[in-house]
């Protein structure tokens, strides 16, 4: 722009008289239209207001109408229920959801009933959207349905329009053992609770932090909880606020609207020692799934058949016929304690055999089940037997074998077999609804290096899973530094891992008393304290074995009060006598292919009774045995090299080096 129209335009804006009063009228007028349009906005849709208000039922193309309007007005999604039911009016969808869930959970009327009274709860009473809207617990044994009833209401509530998801979100709190977790824990909480998920199952809490309990009983009695310090939430992380005045600091946790579900094996009573009375009291809705009816055990067969027949006919085209028998054979083998759980894995064998049988037999259309001593498959001509349960007999006679090829220890071998007989008899009694007396399953090995303590513990969780006692039978042996940390709040979480590794089968300390250093070893004192609550908390799924020198091992059961209690069984490994440690050598001569000539028969036994006669705990016993073989096989391969027509396999007594 040129000079000279700039300055003239200057002069017009600045010397042109204003005329402010008109500008003033104008944006009244403006005001005046914009409420008179607002003014019609609402007449035209009082009646929607009034009704939503009111919570009368309004129509659903009137609330779709008005989504779509303010979707598009403002460029959102908007998530809502299809329906809106307040008080009274909600029972009507509610005998809906009550009809279905009993339809889908067979045996749980009861429950069903309770559950469905348990969400509609709010409906009645009012909640505040911000805190939480109700708290449940669901308590029975395992295999009765407990998670299968809050998955499957909560996708009915999503079918009836009453949610605008039908996800639960599970928070498992075996996770957060230690406190030092405390930023995972309240990262995963958080998620839970600004997610679309109506549901939140909380299941495990015995195994929790008692730090992460409270703060759920927090939100139970008060609807959110306060938090120890302040936190951001950035890149989908909760991270601590460092800054004092950062922006959208978050310092507590708002319920928004979720039902908790607790879930539990033990009546609910028994739970005032994890959340308190309080919390106990606040809970009004405590459903107990029951154990299944004969009546209830017939239909769940039933539609386990049933759903077994779909999945053959989809996947591979198979028409089954099941015979009455292989029905009569599964409530045989059906556990009360277990539930659906003792019935579901025999099922699945049947469905691997069955594709097993379909992959070799292109061709095949027709198949019947029965059962005759053994589950078997006929078709055509062909006969076949299923191989769906572990041969736990044949597992048994095998370890047994391996025992009886132990030497010595004569008194070890009679008391696991004493605790085997046992642990059967608690079986039983189980079974006839007898009361039972559970006994302590968790031992100490004591006794020198070489007295065969890792290889009993290797059988004991063979022994312990043939028995059904244990799920898994692994054997996870670990000794100090696999279970104390290097920096502070590293050792229990280290622990835990270790513990959750060893789960079904047997957790085996070498060398445990190097946990206890001393009452300032805070660290190993922490490991202690933490394998006594995984012990407590997984009694029926975990057998623990400590083994070490025998009076080392009677001053660390001082470490920790609750450790002599827990571990009753103490078994003393004393020491090979020459004649057995004669026995180990040729034991383990023959398991690597070789034989002990006779004339090593006397010197080798005398010089192992004069190893042990010293009671020297560093003497190795078995390990002596192998070290000297081992020693053999080694000059023996000279001799042979010099002399290539001796005996390959032969050990002489001028193999071994006895001038120790």
Do not use: W
Not at 29 to 48: C, Q, V, Y
Not at 58 to 66: E, F, R, T, W
Not at 101 to 106: A, D, H, P, T, Y
Not at 323 to 332: A, F, G, M, N, R
């Amino acid at each position: 722009m040129k000079k000279e129209e700039r300055e003239k335009l200057i002069e017009e804006v600045l010397s042109k008289k204003r005329d402010y009063g008109s500008i003033y009228n104008e944006s009244i007028s403006a005001i005046k239209a914009t409420e008179k349009e607002l003014n019609r906005m609402l007449e035209e849709n009082k009646k929607g207001i009034d009704d939503l208000l009111k919570g009368t039922d309004y129509s659903d193309d009137y609330l779709k109408s008005l989504k779509n309007k303010m979707e598009n007005d403002f460029d959102v999604k908007i998530d809502v229920p299809e329906k809106i039911v307040l008080g009274k009016e909600s029972k009507q969808v509610f005998d809906l959801i009550e009809k279905e869930l009993k339809e889908n959970i067979i045996g749980q009327d009861e429950a069903c009933e309770k559950i469905t009274m348990a969400f509609r709860r709010p409906y009645i009473t009012g909640s505040d959207p911000k805190k939480i809207r109700n708290s449940i617990i669901v308590y029975g044994t395992n295999g009765t349905g407990r998670h299968q009833l809050v998955n499957t209401i909560t996708q009915l509530l999503k079918k009836n329009g009453l949610t605008v998801s039908n996800e639960v979100y599970v928070l498992d709190m075996k996770r957060y053992q230690s406190s030092t977790q405390e930023i995972l824990f309240l990262q995963d909480l958080y998620v839970a609770l600004v997610g679309k998920n109506p549901v939140i199952l909380i299941e495990n809490f015995k195994e929790a932090s008692p730090i992460f309990n409270r703060m759920l009983t927090e939100l139970v009695l008060e609807g959110k909880c306060l938090l120890n310090q302040r936190y951001t939430f950035a890149n989908n992380q909760l991270q601590e606020a460092t800054a004092k005045l950062s922006k959208d600091v978050i310092d507590h946790l708002d319920g928004n609207d979720k039902t908790l579900v607790f879930v539990s094996e033990t009546n609910p009573t028994k739970l005032m020692d994890i959340f308190g009375k309080s919390f106990i009291e606040k809970i009004e809705d405590k459903i107990q799934t029951a154990k299944f009816s004969l009546e209830a055990l017939d239909k769940i067969i039933e539609q386990l058949l049933k759903d077994l027949e779909v999945k053959s006919e989809t996947q591979f085209e198979l028409d089954l016929i099941i015979d009455d028998s292989l029905k009569q054979y599964l409530k045989e083998n059906y556990e009360p304690d277990d539930g659906i759980d003792s019935l579901t894995p025999i099922i699945n064998k049947i469905y691997n055999c069955l594709v097993n049988i379909s992959l070799k037999n292109d061709n095949l259309k027709n198949l019947t089940l029965i059962y005759e001593e053994k589950i078997k498959a006929k078709f055509g001509e062909e006969v076949i037997d299923l191989d769906i349960v572990d041969d736990e007999s044949a597992e048994r006679k095998e370890i047994q074998a391996e025992l009886d090829e132990i030497v010595g220890l004569e008194s070890v071998k009679e008391y696991l077999l004493s605790l085997e007989n046992n642990m059967k008899i608690i079986q039983i009694r189980k079974q006839r609804g007898l009361k039972v007396t559970e006994v302590s399953k968790h031992m100490i090995f004591t006794g020198n290096p070489g007295t065969g303590k890792t290889t009993i513990a290797r059988i004991v969780s063979r022994m312990m899973k043939a028995a059904g006692i244990l799920k898994q039978g692994q054997l996870v042996e670990v000794t100090r530094a696999d279970l104390v940390g290097k920096y502070v709040g590293h050792t229990a979480p280290l622990t835990m891992n270790v513990i959750n590794s060893a789960l079904g089968g047997v957790l085996f300390i070498d060398e445990a008393y190097s946990l206890y250093r001393g009452k300032d070893d805070s660290f190993g004192l922490e490991a202690i304290d933490t394998i006594v609550k995984g012990m407590e908390d997984h009694r029926d799924d975990l057998i623990v074995i400590l083994a070490g020198y025998t009076k080392e091992m009677a001053e660390f059961l001082t470490a920790n009060s609750g450790l002599k209690s827990r571990f009753a069984n103490i078994i003393q490994f004393d020491d090979y006598t020459g004649e057995e440690m004669m026995k180990i050598a040729k034991s383990i001569a023959k398991s690597k292919g070789y034989y002990l000539n006779e004339d090593c028969d006397k010197p080798l036994q005398e010089y192992f009774t004069i190893i042990q006669a010293k009671g020297d705990p560093n003497s190795g016993n078995g390990r002596l045995a192998r070290n000297k073989v081992e020693e053999a096989i080694l000059k023996q391969a000279k001799r042979i090299l010099n002399n290539p027509d001796d005996d390959i396999n032969e050990l002489r007594f001028e193999d071994f080096n006895l001038s120790e």
